[in-house]
């Protein structure tokens, strides 16, 4: 069993309003097919739109969006999941007045090297 809490996990923050906490990944342990990322978004910050090939799913855990996946738009909320195929642009706005927080899941695993930028703050 491996634990690891979102106190304790690498994070990345680019100075954007994001704070992606990595939670899993095969910089840990090299044979997992999943990279789980918890990701804090400020009031009024957005993720960049972008598209890789895992596929990959948000579980909305609290505060309100704008998920964008392809050419769809849609209200997110706590208690949401949204499900991104792989290679689907895609990216997440706090629409809110607080920290939206989601955890996300994606398999097959992001490569070591894309994540090590985690584990070099």
């Not at 392809?70 to 290679?87: F, K, M, Q, S």
Request: glycine share 6%.
């Amino acid at each position: 069993m491996r634990k690891m809490n979102k106190s304790d996990a690498p994070a990345l923050t680019r100075n954007d309003g994001l704070v992606s906490h990595i939670l899993n990944s095969r910089h840990d342990d090299p044979e997992t097919e999943l990279t789980i990322t918890w990701v804090d978004i400020d009031p009024g910050a957005r993720q960049v739109l972008h598209e890789h090939d895992p596929e990959q799913a948000y579980v909305i855990l609290a505060g309100t969006g704008i998920m964008t996946v392809g050419d769809e738009e849609r209200a997110v909320e706590a208690g949401d999941l949204v499900h991104i195929p792989a290679n689907t642009e895609h990216g997440l706005e706090n629409t809110g007045d607080r920290t939206l927080e989601y955890v996300s899941a994606a398999t097959p695993a992001f490569p070591a090297a894309e994540v090590d930028e985690f584990y070099e703050q």
